[in-house]
C-alpha cells in the first residue's frame, strides 16, 4: 500500500461525502495518525445528506484512535484553506475528490499543493472518469492530462471508469 509504505500519518480529502475512503485511509494512517475531512454537502458535488454520515465515520475512526477533524465549507473559499491549515500546517497525503471540474481540480490542486510536505503525496480521484458517469459534468480527466503527465501512481481496475492517480509533492 503506497500510503503505509510512505509513512502516511497526517492525511487529508477534499470531498468526503459520507466518509468511506476517508475511513480506510485513515485505518492505514492508524492509531495515533490525523486526518481531516473537507467537505461541502449539498454542493454541486457533495451529498445534501451526507454530513450526519460523516461525523458518524469521524466519531468510529476517533474511537479507533485516529484525531479527525472534519471542515464543512467550500476548497475553494479562503476561510476553509484558512481553517484546514490551522487545523494541521501539513500533511503526508492530500486526496482531492471534490469539484470534478477542469478549473475546480486545477483549483483545488494549486491552493492545497504547498499543504503536502515535501515528498508527500497528492492523489486525485476520477482520473479515468467519463464525462457523463456522475451527478454532473466529470472533467477531472481534463486536469489529470495536464498534471498527471509524470505520475508516481496510476491506479484504474479492469472496466472501471474511475481511477486514482497519484503525484509526489
Known amino acids: 500500500d503506497l500510503a ?6 497526517r492525511y487529508a480529502e ?15 494512517v492508524g ?3 490525523r486526518v481531516v475531512a473537507i467537505d461541502l454537502p449539498g454542493a454541486e458535488w457533495g451529498e445534501a445528506d451526507s454530513a450526519a454520515e460523516l461525523y458518524r465515520n469521524a466519531a468510529w475512526l476517533s474511537e479507533l484512535g485516529v484525531r479527525v477533524d472534519v471542515i464543512l465549507g467550500n476548497s475553494h473559499a479562503e476561510e476553509t484553506r484558512r481553517r484546514a491549515s490551522d487545523t494541521m500546517p501539513l500533511v503526508d497525503m492530500l486526496f482531492l475528490d471534490g469539484d470534478h471540474s477542469r478549473a475546480g481540480v486545477m483549483k483545488d490542486y ?8 515535501p515528498g508527500g503525496l497528492i492523489a486525485f480521484h476520477d482520473i479515468a472518469a467519463r464525462p457523463d458517469s456522475g451527478n454532473g459534468k466529470i472533467e477531472v480527466p481534463a486536469a489529470w492530462a495536464i498534471l498527471g503527465s509524470r505520475p508516481l ?13 497519484v503525484l509526489a509533492a
Do not use: P
Request: aromatic residues 8%; proline residues 0%.
Open 153 to 165: 501512481a496510476e491506479f484504474v481496475a479492469g472496466g472501471s471508469s474511475l481511477g486514482i492517480g
Open 4 to 9: 503505509v509504505s510512505r509513512e502516511v500519518r
Open 110 to 117: 494549486q491552493d492545497y499543493r504547498g499543504w503536502v510536505r
Open 14 to 28: 477534499i470531498g468526503s461525502r459520507r466518509g468511506y475512503s476517508l475511513s480506510m485511509m485513515a485505518c492505514a
Open 31 to 33: 492509531r495515533g495518525g
